[in-house]
């Protein structure tokens, strides 16, 4: 509950405050300056460690994957979208999703599918838990045109990929 918003207005109700993003509860237990600077600490880490991730996952070499991780982390739109922390909190998964994507359509039948699965249900999440809609549109964008892509690429091997994420042979069917 805020006393100072006119009425008065619980936090919670409101989705943009991102009340739910698991690192906001550290306003309520540091000084509000620490709290902010620790979350955005944690967001650029978690941007440039999964491009970093990403890009090596995709065969690039380090310092290529260093200079790509840096780029998307401190230039572009994190860096202009610094005051508003849900836009910025929310695209800091989309690497980390796109990792889970690229992990899963390389092997079929590797054991640990299921950890992967995890990872882009937890990216997935915290990407929406972090209350801004542009954040969520932006994410759904990217995801889609790299499955896409994704899909043209892998040819028939797409077909198990999306039984194995999906669950089922439902889908596979409408493919």
Known sequence: ?????????????????GAMYPFTMLFA?????????????FVYWVAALGTYALLRALKLQPVSSFLGA????????LDVQLPHFGLVAGMSWIPVILLALVKLSDDPVRACRFGWIAVLGLAGSM??????????????????????WLAARLGRRFVPFVVSVGGGAGLATLI
Not at 29 to 41: G, I, R, S, V
Not at 70 to 77: E, I, L, N, R, V
């Open 70 to 77: 840096t780029a998307f982390a401190f230039a572009g739109s």
């Open 29 to 41: 237990f540091l000084p509000a300056a620490a709290a902010w600077a620790l979350n955005e600490m």
């Open 127 to 148: 990407c929406v838990l972090a209350g801004e809609p542009r954040a969520i549109d932006t994410m759904l964008v990217v995801v889609a045109l790299y499955f896409v």
């Open 1 to 17: 509950f805020n006393p100072y918003l006119w009425s008065g207005a619980p936090l919670l109700a409101g989705w943009n405050a």
